[in-house]
């Protein structure tokens, strides 16, 4: 089968956004994936006990985005990391970090934390890294058949660089990345809710 028809016969829509792409990994595949990830990271790391303020607030606010997204069939974890970081990840099949350094940020406001992982859940639901992959295999193929012919390694690493580091690195001088919220990147911090 050609790399063409390949991709051809794995595209699909994404959800919502009605955006064509490529994946060529079944959802059990990916929440495999998603799974060793997540207890890799997680034994690296200092982990937040259960009763944990922290965990309870993450796990109570992230089940009511996974049931308001209609994802209630994944077995959605939520994990918090005792670090200063600002950060929060969500890898396939629902396992949820959120480091501590952003709940202090957001000063532990549960509409803010909605937020932020509401846009964690969408990159569950729209299968970015099983589209993310996809991609990456088709550049590898596209790069080793380049070299078969023209033997241009230099120029097959330039654009595996280039297509690969750009649509999903951080802006240039921005360390943090696309997915940081806004108030992180320029260290401003939330207002505490008025009640």
Not at 18 to 23: A, F, S
Request: net charge positive; proline share 8%; charged share 15%.
């Amino acid at each position: 089968m050609s790399m063409g028809a390949y991709y051809l016969w794995h595209l699909n829509y994404a959800p919502f956004t009605g955006r064509m792409r490529m994946i060529d990994m079944s959802p059990e595949r990916e929440r495999v994936i998603g799974t060793i990830s997540f207890n890799s990271f997680l034994a690296n790391h200092n982990v937040l006990p259960p009763n944990h303020p922290s965990t309870i607030l993450v796990k109570r606010v992230g089940y009511r985005i996974a049931q308001a997204a209609g994802m209630n069939d994944l077995p959605w974890e939520f994990k918090v990391v005792d670090s200063p970081m600002i950060n929060a990840a969500c890898l396939p099949g629902g396992k949820v970090v959120v480091f501590n350094g952003l709940l202090q940020l957001l000063n532990y406001r549960e509409d803010a934390l909605a937020v932020v992982l509401a846009h964690e859940a969408a990159h569950v639901l729209a299968r970015h890294t099983a589209e993310k992959l996809a991609f990456t295999q088709l550049l590898l193929w596209a790069e080793f058949a380049v070299n078969l012919v023209f033997q241009a390694r230099f120029m097959t690493n330039w654009i595996s660089a280039l297509a690969v580091r750009l649509p999903y690195g951080p802006p240039a001088g921005d360390g943090g990345g696309p997915h940081r919220p806004a108030a992180a990147r320029a260290h401003v911090p939330l207002p505490a809710r008025g009640r």
